[in-house]
């Protein structure tokens, strides 16, 4: 068969009728509903350092302060060859990737969030532009991912993938937690759609500029997906190799278009960060040693004055790869996916009756396995995949219903009752998490008014020396240093700092002296540090522990 027989023998059935636009605004309706219920009953406050800090530097750049944060690390001051007794307010955000604070701030600047706080310690950024912000790119990416199913295969296929991902666990908390990764999951769908018309336009052997308007667009929407996050550029290189193999007509002309299309949005970040010596990817390639057995946990981003020798950077990067995969062949990392992700698997051996569907399929499935080799997202604890999980729900419901339809395996009568079974089990979860709502909550440490009253006591041109300095930025408002590993070290921000502000219990002292031990749970300071005045945070508790460098003014009043 010739491939433009195959391909329109499988092509589906026209356009939609006014009953499936019907139903298509009942199911909008009712998607936002239901999303909005579950983010009001869910939604108790950002719980993730990346987002936090993707807010702060968002404010930042509503503020007119540029691309810029005020969480300061010790590795910063090395990095930008700093001093330490007069650092400045604020630095490049090198950690970030620049798209979806720019998105962030265009919303903030339209609302006076400084100064409104909701009484759990939501800051009402949060609750007003955040979180409706992730309802509506998970309703986008689903609507990408029923147009993509429905134009690869079929509409009960495209339904059952566009319900799986609104319901799924990782797709919830995406939308609640996920910040930056939520809009790349976006653009990862909206970017192989495009894909997928320009194929669609070569085959049905349409006008010339149709193909190199849908190629260039699937470039810039990949383009765009880099610069929201760094390890998307493994979806960006699928999409390339998938308009390679299967445009039938102006195949190079629409590849190449494609190439300088994401290089046109890409270049000009590059050598914005030059001083970082990582050429517009900032300090993300740092990430590759954190949490390695060489630099375990955050050690490596403690340190102000790190050796870095060319065997320990290489065996730190080798073990954080080994041990990234480890996690993924484990399942560890996949768990939020659900039952789907089983089908996806088992159809992967399956055969497609459309080869650039064949194409398609093992080229996710070999995005899945490169993913794990990229560094991780700073402050992030979703890894990478749930880029990749529209297409998972895709590929997953096409392999269920071909199982179903296995006359020999599954009565016609029994059908309905096992997808109807199947939607219950994806949606399990995320009920359950209706009901143990304490789950979900930031605090502890996180707490808006917490983190907000901490700062109050600290000069605002001084530095709080703090374990979660992305909150007390982002709350607070506060140039915020991280705690170095030695206490010791303190010493050298001494004429930098206004106070010590001690919140996370949870953290482990993973290379951190008895000095930090001591002062963390009993509030004994060490002698070589002027701070004697202790306040125990909350009132009644010893959870958090703020030190300061006098007896504040309005307490001697008192």
Known sequence: MRKQDEYEYGLPSGLLSRGDIWQSVVALFVAILGLSLFALLQFQGIRDPAVMEQAHVAHQLASGEGFTTQVIRPFDVWLFDLSPDELPESIPALWQAPLYPHVLSRLFRFMDHDTLLQGRGVLTAEARVMVPLGILFLLLTSMFTWLFAYACFEKRVANLAALVLLISPISLQMMLFGGALMLAMLLAASSVYLGWLAIDHSFREQKTWRILLCAGFAGVMSGLLFLTHYAALVVGGGILVWLALNLQR??????????????????????????????????????????????????????????????QILQAVREGIADRYQQFFSGQSLVGAGIIFVFFLVGLFGREERHWNQHKKWIVALAMLLLPALPPVLGSPYGHWPILFPFIAIFGAQAFFRILDQEEFFDAGVRPAL?????????????????????????????????????????????????IPWATAWYGQQPSLLWPKSVDDVEDYLASIGGIYLADHAIPLVGTDAGWVYMRKEGVVPESLPFRVGLFLPAGAREQILLLPEVPEAEREE
């Open 419 to 467: 997808c109807a079974f199947l939607i219950v089990l994806c949606v399990f979860p995320s009920a359950l998490g209706l009901v143990q709502r304490n789950t979900v909550s930031p605090y502890p440490p996180y707490h808006g008014a917490l983190q907000a009253y901490a700062t109050q006591w600290v000069p605002d041109d001084a530095f709080l020396l703090t374990d």
């Open 250 to 311: 102006l195949r190079w002309l629409a590849v190449g278009l494609f190439l300088v299309a994401l290089l046109a949005v890409v270049l000009p970040r590059f050598g914005l960060f030059q001083e970082a010596g990582w050429w517009g990817l900032g300090a993300y390639p740092y990430n590759a040693l954190l949490e390695t057995r060489m630099f375990p946990g955050d050690s490596l981003l403690r340190e102000s004055t790190p050796v870095l020798r060319n065997w």
